[in-house]
């Protein structure tokens, strides 16, 4: 498991892992910390052993889309090398093409970004 107070942590459990949206204070919004590491997050829980992973929001929503406090002036980066959309379309592409079965648990609030990580289950 993964550091509890990261905004992104693995449970394992048997043959399921959960990955969690860990940002309880902002309802699990996401930022572009979550975009970038959520590729490599997912090359973590692809274990041998792993035959389902799923994604869920600590506390009470699951996401409540983009941390608009910490984007600033990110989303005008269109093309920057390493810069908040092509974070963003690295994560997507990487849940799309995540080769076990996924499954977003939604409980609460999903907006925004938050459809976009659902989706990409």
Known sequence: MT??????????????TTLWLNRTEKRNAVSYDIWSALPEMLDEA????LR??????????FCAGADIGAIG??????????????????????????????IAGIEGACVGGGWQIAGGV
């Open 73 to 102: 002036l990110g989303l005008g980066d269109a093309g920057v090398p390493g810069g908040y959309r092509e974070a963003n379309a690295a994560a997507e592409e990487a849940l799309a093409a995540f080769p076990r079965p996924t």
């Open 3 to 16: 550091n509890g107070d990261a905004p992104l942590a693995l449970e394992p459990n048997g043959h399921v």
């Open 46 to 49: 692809l274990t041998p052993k």
């Open 52 to 61: 389902v992973l799923v994604v869920r929001g600590r506390g009470q929503h």
